[in-house]
Nanobody
Framework: QVQLVESGGGLVQAGGSLRLACAAS????????MGWFRQAPGKEREFVAA????????SYSDSVKGRFSISRDNAKNTVYLQMNSLKPEDTAVYYC??????????????????WGQGTQVTVSS
């Protein structure tokens, strides 16, 4: 089992920045693709960003490309999501996910088998 704990969410004004962190524990392995997803009230969970096991390959949704950046520190078993130029439409619960099946960035919810509890990000206009 792998446990994921997100942190860094909060309330920020439009145009501001936040940095989310996801700490992994348990039967962790650096051989995991990791991803960030988000879910707004009344909407389905959607892909935000993902990173390969080595950190050399990343993928982003069109809505955050150029504003968000995903990175990982395998020595600390931690994945980060740097969010800049935040917009009110970025408001959602952000979830960290890990895949024991895939090494490279994946955008599909079903390809991740471990999930964190989520952290709220609220962007005011």
């Amino acid at each position: 089992q792998v446990q994921l704990v997100e942190s860094g969410g909060g309330l920020v004004q439009a145009g501001g920045s936040l940095r989310l962190a996801c700490a992994a524990s348990g039967r962790t392995s650096s051989q995991n693709a990791m991803g960030w997803f988000r879910q707004a009230p009344g909407k389905e969970r959607e892909f935000v960003a993902a990173i390969s096991w080595s950190g050399s390959s990343t993928s982003y949704s069109d809505s955050v490309k150029g504003r968000f950046s995903i990175s990982r520190d395998n020595a600390k078993n931690t994945v980060y999501l740097q969010m800049n130029s935040l917009k009110p439409e970025d408001t959602a619960v952000y979830y960290c996910a890990a895949s024991s099946l895939y090494l490279f960035p994946e955008a599909q919810v079903g390809r991740y088998n471990y999930w964190g509890q989520g952290t709220q990000v609220t962007v005011s206009s």
